[in-house]
T-cell receptor, first 115, second 113 residues
Framework: DGGITQSPKYLFRKEGQNVTLSCEQN?????MYWYRQDPGQGLRLIYY???????QKGDIAEGYSVSREKKESFPLTVTSAQKNPTAFYLC??????????????FGPGTRLTVL | GENVEQHPSTLSVQEGDSAVIKCTYS??????FPWYKQELGKRPQLIID?????GEKKDQRIAVTLNKTAKHFSLHITETQPEDSAVYFC????????????FGKGTLLTVNP
């Protein structure tokens, strides 16, 4: 399981507040991803980054922002513009050796609840 | 973009029976199809994957088949055990420089002892 950590495990936020979710990996992976998981909705991609200082929007980027200043870190900020932020958030990473088939590893997740 | 449909959304089987989960994808350029298992409260973990140049792959009690013509792929679990109970996700990746997976909505598999 090791190598990707997310903190905190549970997070509560009041409406109108921004909140930042942490994702760290010590696997020396190049690519990192953020997914949102809602019951019955599968995993939906929010943002991804294939290299430091670069990232791309996924399918549901509105109301979220990210940064990738270090290879091992990919924090996600949930802004007040996100209309329905209560969800389970999963971070993932992948070693980019040039192969298309390297496994994507997931972190343990952060459950965000907006009160 | 790619779209992945997964069926059924729930599946209940008796211990020892087989279970089959099916997925279809929309983009014929997809070339990689992993399957993830997520136990309750845990992170998703890769259990098997298949590349577009292969029709079938097996790993002990699990197997995946791919039909590129029909654009569908399936997960087969034989001799199911209670510890197989989990949510299973299929995914597809379109070939190209941006590696991103599109996931199905998941199947909740329950294996009854």
């Amino acid at each position: 399981d090791g190598g990707i950590t997310q903190s905190p495990k549970y997070l509560f936020r009041k409406e109108g507040q921004n909140v930042t979710l942490s994702c760290e990996q010590n696997l020396n992976h190049d690519a990192m991803y953020w997914y949102r998981q809602d019951p019955g909705q599968g995993l939906r991609l929010i943002y991804y980054s294939q290299i430091v200082n670069d990232f791309q929007k996924g399918d549901i980027a509105e109301g979220y922002s990210v940064s990738r200043e270090k290879k091992e870190s990919f924090p996600l900020t949930v802004t007040s513009a996100q209309k329905n932020p209560t969800a389970f958030y999963l971070c993932a990473s992948r070693w980019d050796s040039g192969s298309s088939y390297n496994e994507q590893f997931f972190g343990p997740g952060t459950r965000l609840t907006v009160l | 973009g790619e779209n992945v449909e997964q069926h059924p959304s729930t599946l209940s089987v008796q211990e020892g029976d087989s279970a089959v989960i099916k997925c279809t994808y929309s983009d014929s350029a997809s070339n990689y199809f992993p399957w993830y298992k997520q136990e309750l409260g845990k992170r998703p973990q890769l259990i098997i994957d298949i590349r577009s140049n292969v029709g079938e792959k097996k790993d002990q009690r699990i197997a995946v088949t791919l039909n590129k013509t029909a654009k569908h792929f399936s997960l087969h679990i034989t001799e199911t055990q209670p510890e197989d109970s989990a949510v299973y996700f299929c995914a597809a990746r379109v070939g190209g420089s941006n590696y991103k997976l599109t996931f199905g909505k998941g199947t909740l598999l329950t294996v009854n002892p």
